[in-house]
């Protein structure tokens, strides 16, 4: 039986498009625009961010479905027992997630936060801002991650199945990593928005894909699926852009309102998505992973579940406090520094394949 690893290796390093190779340049362009139109047209952004159930916002979960759907067509359930022959890609994601993430973020909300950038915050709102970090580091991402898995040419089916082990074992270990961290008793867990956004990012979404899948397969065979994956693939980057038209255009007056404190809050983060990427990328090398696991387990190491964060620093702290503040910073960052995660393991798979053909020899 051919391996995942064998599969991995045959693998040519993805071709990007023109689009795809200045998708840096379209996403600043993305981030001024939605900047400029959210203080320009504040209204139509107001309507479209009152759009959420459980604090799921309705037109991104669409622009999200656009975006994941390229990479849940390309899972074969029929192969996805041999996952587990990737089982070091799973451990080095679970021990980055759940032992070294909520820490490390904590660590570097005390060292930033709690003391180098003390003298520009205000006072009151620090252990609220350290809180709303910790809050995003304790959640794993579940739907961006399809996103990024796919523009590295992930192994989807590891994918799927990482992203599924995550969330279950998020069900357990938020609240009380959470409450360890915020020295706090009990903690509100929104439920409702973490069940919600499992149902649209992850059962809804598969279940649809796999029935597009099999129509596909039984009308045209493999070119007709790899023909659909083609055309969807530009879809799938527009819907990732107008997402960043939308999130920066939600917070335009804050970005406008409060530049300093947004940056210094984004300091701890964009450090923690990657060291925590850089953590899981050594790891997998290490252990002589193949590239195409090695890149979803580093950006599901990397990346954050924001609507949960925001939804329980809403419900713990208050709509308007330090910590909902840091947490939405942290939906700011995400989509272009995650970009930048991508291309970095894009950029390095020779060095990284180097070492799994020495481990081979």
Not at 225 to 230: D, E, G, S, V
Request: proline share 5%; with cysteine.
């Amino acid at each position: 039986m051919t391996s995942v690893t064998q599969i991995s290796r045959r693998r040519a390093t993805p071709a990007l498009g023109t689009f795809e190779r200045y998708l840096t340049v379209w996403v600043a362009l993305c981030i001024i625009i939605g900047i400029v139109l959210g203080r320009l047209l504040p209204s139509p952004f107001h309507a479209l961010g009152r759009m959420t159930v459980a604090e799921v916002n309705i037109p991104i979960a669409v622009l999200i479905w656009l975006m994941i759907v390229p990479m849940l067509l390309k899972v074969d359930f029929g192969a996805l027992h041999r996952v587990t022959e990737q089982w070091r890609g799973i451990a080095v994601t679970v021990a980055v997630n759940w032992l070294v993430k909520p820490f490390s973020m904590a660590l570097l909300g005390w060292l930033f936060i709690g003391w180098l950038f003390r003298p520009w915050l205000p006072a009151g709102e620090i252990g609220s801002y350290i809180a709303g970090l910790i809050l995003l580091a304790a959640a794993p991402c579940t739907a961006m991650v399809f996103v990024w898995s796919n523009l590295t040419d992930g192994e989807p089916n590891f994918t799927l199945t990482q992203v599924a082990l995550n969330d279950t074992i998020m069900v357990f270990a938020f609240a009380p990593i959470v409450g360890l961290l915020l020295g706090l008793s009990s903690i509100i867990v929104p439920w409702s928005t973490l069940f919600l956004s499992v149902i649209l990012y992850i059962v809804v979404p598969v279940i649809a894909a796999q029935l597009w899948r099999r129509l596909l397969l039984a009308r045209g065979g493999d070119a007709a699926l790899a023909q659909t994956l083609c055309k969807l693939q530009p879809i799938s980057l527009l819907a990732l852009l107008a997402t960043l038209v939308l999130l920066f255009g939600f917070q335009g007056e804050q970005i406008v309102k409060q530049p300093l404190i947004i940056a210094l809050l984004a300091v701890p983060i964009i450090i923690q998505v990657y060291l925590n990427a850089g953590i899981a990328y050594a790891l997998n090398r290490a252990l002589g992973v193949p590239h195409n696991v090695a890149c979803p387990s580093a950006l599901i190491g990397a990346s954050n579940f924001f609507e949960l964060a925001v939804a329980a620093a809403i419900a713990l702290f208050g709509f308007q406090s330090g910590a909902a503040l840091a947490t939405v910073v942290g939906v700011l960052v995400e989509v272009p520094v995650m970009l930048s995660v991508v291309r970095i393991v894009l950029w390095t798979r020779g060095w990284y394949e180097r070492r799994i053909d020495s481990l081979a020899i």
